[in-house]
């Protein structure tokens, strides 16, 4: 098969991406990183596989971090944004502008001249939205500071791309013009002031385009209720935009977020989200891919140690300035360590604003060759360092082990122990508490930990699926366990590690839905507790109630669901392990559903309460003085 | 051997010195089934199958509980509306309790005095009961007389455990068989049957 056919490089894709990726995350590594080790290996520069059309598939794979920011803009409600604005502004607008400044002034201070300087700094400014993210996300770290801090920072430097992107042309060398380069899109051979006007009027168009046509255009679609024509619309959509912007000239990546951000409060934002995420994930895959085989190893190999030098300074210096910051908002060290070392690379927004500093002229050929490197290289850690962080450097300077307090406070023993103190958590332990039940409290969110000691509660850091930590915490002492953690897989681990090592706690668990409840049952736990189930039951009885039915009787009737509910949890879960058949999950809650309602219409528990109706008695009563009237006799008018 | 299911109902027990010492010894009784409905059902929420099903395998039926307002706590009451349905246990066609044996045992604050004509509370534990007497009437078992120990309020840690070994004498012995229901009968109260067999 010729090596530029479309099957045979889908074949090498694809491939090294089954192979790798699996790897990676089974020594702990992470998909991004597996990622770009395949990329690696198949680049030109080792197995060869894939050799300049690389950079071809890097073109056509830029398209997943389109639609990335697309589905970050969807996922951008606009009070979301109002509530992070002081984080997004204050700790966003310092990173960049303070990194900017910062490595700006370290290239003027090498030799480059003051736009070219300027440029590199706003570029080496922003950080990886998709591997910050996505590692993030794996390591289930989203919901804490760190995460929500990275969050706010990345948002902020999404943003101000755009008006980079605007000023770019302006900081063109005057030679700009002749570059062939910038003259391929019409917007290039205009005035500089020109195409500023253009980029803007570019950003206005996909505004109130968004808000007048494409909404519209979506509620017919949908009328016709064909689902894969919503999905064409989503990817037309997707597509036209960036067509439109590489037209003008502008990322497409920011004209899509843009539509996103516009779309996010309509009422298509769930439907796009799912029809665009499948291609998102694939193409932001090979996006990763794409990075690892363009690193150029000939240029490492020629330049180590300046390269090596480059992505050392460059890390160390934003990590310092993020971390300075996370000072400055006052994030607890280790939230404060994840926070620096996760967004102190460069992101994939360097490659697109490189080459457009390149058709603008203000870099040459070799520097961006270099820096395109560097960047490559500096994405490629994140991973590693962020592993390193977290098996090397948190254990050592966390607050777990810089805390004096602990070593004695963690002596007592308590008959509970609750793991995991977020709102579902803390609510357990306050009802404990309450009624002078000693609680033993571990998290493993540090800000929270510092915040719940401040109101003289005592919370301990630390990871409850570490043995030691259990065993400190008194679980050799304690009467039970209560696992509350909101991620499952969590959860499951220390499940199993208090069955292996404390067999003689008793174990409550929270869950989030019934797949996780299966599971937990099936591991031999007993107390299960689904998050939302008893609130949900309690919004039933009150419209219950609102409808005029009584309210003892709702009541009551909520009880007997709840009951009845467990009893079809636990013999599901029997008849699932019997059967051993794996359902997707979209299937088996459809067939449970099914069987819950099945169960209700058939089963006579749910008429329990004829003590209190006297039906059966008047019959009898009834009976004793006259003959019932037969159903097909007409009745008599009374 | 008759077999003996003690229905007990204390919604604050752990407060409750005399009936953490009575029921102390009850439940190790061979042949008893103890039931402590407050711990079984918190939310009220009985459950009718599970006591019906207890109900037939059992012939003394006890409902051991404080004197509240001159009657049982309210759990007690919403298990007799569930559980003894018409249809299953009274009505012409309810005889699944048919010969089976009713009795209370009661602790009150107040002294035996003050439960007559003359004293403070007027009737006498008999007539308070007798809404219970005739519940069991109506499901046709027997109501045994029952054993009410009064005057908790003073009582003193001696008198409590007399109290006590009659209670557990009064289950066992009902268990083993060497107190027959038929030698209890004859009394309007339990102490009574004890006082004089206590007297020979």
């Not at chain 1, 302006?170 to 980029?199: C, E, K, R, Y």
């Not at chain 1, 490197?373 to 490629?380: D, E, G, N, P």
């Not at chain 1, 591991?523 to 009584?550: F, K, P, S």
């Not at chain 2, 044996?101 to 439960?115: A, D, K, M, N, V």
């Amino acid at each position: 098969m010729h090596h530029d056919s479309f099957f045979y490089l889908a074949l090498v894709y694809l491939t090294a991406a089954v192979i790798a990726v699996p790897i990676a995350k089974r020594l702990g590594l992470g998909s991004v990183l597996g990622y770009l080790m395949a990329g690696m290996l198949i680049g030109p520069h080792l197995l060869g596989l894939i050799g300049e059309e690389g950079q071809d598939v890097m073109h056509f794979a830029e398209f997943g971090v389109v639609m990335m920011l697309f589905v970050i803009g969807l996922e951008l409600e606009p009070s979301l944004l109002w509530r992070m604005r002081s984080a997004i502004l204050g700790l966003g607008g310092l990173q960049v502008a303070g990194t900017a400044i910062i490595i700006g002034g370290l290239a003027f201070l090498a030799g480059l001249s003051w736009q070219a300087s300027a440029a590199l700094g706003m570029i080496l400014s922003l950080s990886s939205t998709a591997i910050v993210l996505q590692t993030l996300n794996e390591k289930g770290l989203m919901k804490t500071t760190s995460g929500q801090s990275s969050f706010a920072v990345l948002l902020f430097q999404d943003i101000a791309v755009i008006p980079m992107l605007a000023i770019f042309p302006l900081l063109a060398i005057q030679t700009a013009g002749t570059d062939s380069a910038s003259s391929q899109t019409w917007v290039g051979s205009l005035p500089a002031w020109l195409q500023t006007v253009v980029v803007l009027g570019a950003v206005g168009l996909i505004i109130i385009g968004g808000r007048f046509i494409i909404r519209p255009a979506f509620r017919f679609i949908a009328q016709t209720r064909l689902l894969e024509l919503f999905t064409a619309a989503a990817l037309l959509l997707v597509i036209a935009i960036a067509v439109l912007m590489t037209t003008v000239g502008l990322s497409p990546a920011l004209g899509t977020f843009l539509a996103g951000v516009v779309l996010a409060n309509s009422e298509y934002r769930h439907e796009l989200i799912s029809d665009i995420e499948p291609f998102k994930g694939l193409l932001l895959g090979l996006f990763f891919i794409s990075v690892g085989a363009s690193i150029n190893f000939t240029l490492i190999v020629e330049n180590p140690g300046t390269i090596l030098i480059l992505v050392l300074g460059l890390m160390v210096v934003k990590g310092l300035v993020l971390f300075v910051l996370g000072k400055v908002y006052k994030i607890g060290t280790d939230q404060n360590l994840i926070f620096s070392f996760s967004l102190s690379q460069v992101g994939e927004f360097a490659f697109v604003l490189f080459s457009f500093a390149l058709q603008n002229g203000i870099f040459d050929a070799e520097l961006t060759g270099k820096m395109v490197a560097v960047v490559a290289l500096s994405m490629a850690m994140t991973p590693l360092i962020m592993t390193f962080n977290e098996k090397v450097l948190l254990p050592r300077f966390g607050t777990e082990k810089t805390n004096d307090r602990e070593a004695d406070e963690i002596q007592e023993d308590n008959p509970v122990i609750i793991a995991g103190f977020d709102r579902f958590g803390n609510t357990v332990g306050r009802l404990l508490k309450a009624n002078g039940i000693g609680t033993t409290v571990l998290d493993n969110d540090s800000d929270r930990v510092d915040t719940l000691r401040k109101l003289g509660l005592k919370v301990y850091y630390g990871d409850a699926t570490r043995h030691e930590l259990l065993h400190a915490a008194g679980a050799g002492k304690a009467k039970l366990i209560i696992i509350a953690y909101e991620e499952s897989e969590k959860n499951e681990n220390l499940v199993h590690l208090v069955k292996k090592h404390f067999p003689h706690l008793q174990i409550l668990v929270r869950t989030s839905d019934r797949t996780e409840s299966y599971r937990l049952i099936e591991q031999g736990v007993d107390h299960v507790y689904r998050e939302t189930l008893d609130t949900a039951l309690r919004m039933g009885v009150d419209a219950m109630r609102m409808l005029g039915i009584r309210g003892f009787h709702a009541q009551r009737a909520a009880n007997m669901f709840r009951k009845h509910d467990e009893k079809v949890l636990k013999n599901l879960s029997a008849v699932r392990k019997d059967k051993k058949v794996y359902f997707s999950m979209a299937k088996s809650a459809i067939a449970e559903l099914e069987e819950l309602i099945q169960a209700d219409m058939t089963d006579t528990d749910l008429e329990r309460d004829a003590g209190w109706d006297s039906d059966s008695l008047r019959e009898e009563v009834l009976a004793r003085f006259q003959p019932l009237p037969k159903p097909d006799e007409p009745k008599a008018t009374s | 051997m008759p077999r003996i299911l003690i229905l007990f109902a204390h919604p604050r027990l752990e407060k409750s010195r005399i009936n953490i010492q009575l029921i102390k010894d009850i439940t190790t009784i061979p042949g008893v089934t103890f039931r402590d409905l407050y711990e079984e059902y918190p939310d009220f929420d009985v459950d009718i199958k599970a006591e019906q099903q207890l109900l037939l395998e059992h012939d003394v039926i006890v409902f051991h509980h404080p004197f509240y307002w001159y009657s049982a706590p309210p759990l007690i009451k919403q298990w007799i509306d569930l559980v003894l349905a018409h249809g299953w246990a009274y009505g012409s066609a309810g005889r699944m309790l048919e010969g089976k044996f009713w009795l209370q045992i009661i602790t009150s604050g107040g002294p035996e005095s003050s439960y007559q004509a003359t004293g403070g509370a007027r009737f006498t534990i008999r007539e308070y009961l007798i809404p219970f007497e005739q519940t069991a009437r109506l499901c046709k078992m027997t109501f045994l007389p029952p054993l009410a120990i009064q005057g908790t309020h003073r009582m003193t840690s001696e008198e409590l455990g007399i109290h006590s070994r009659r209670y557990q004498k009064l289950i066992s012995g009902l268990s083993d068989g060497s107190i027959r229901p038929e030698d209890l009968t004859p009394f309007s109260y339990t102490k009574d049957y004890f006082e004089s067999v206590e007297g020979k």
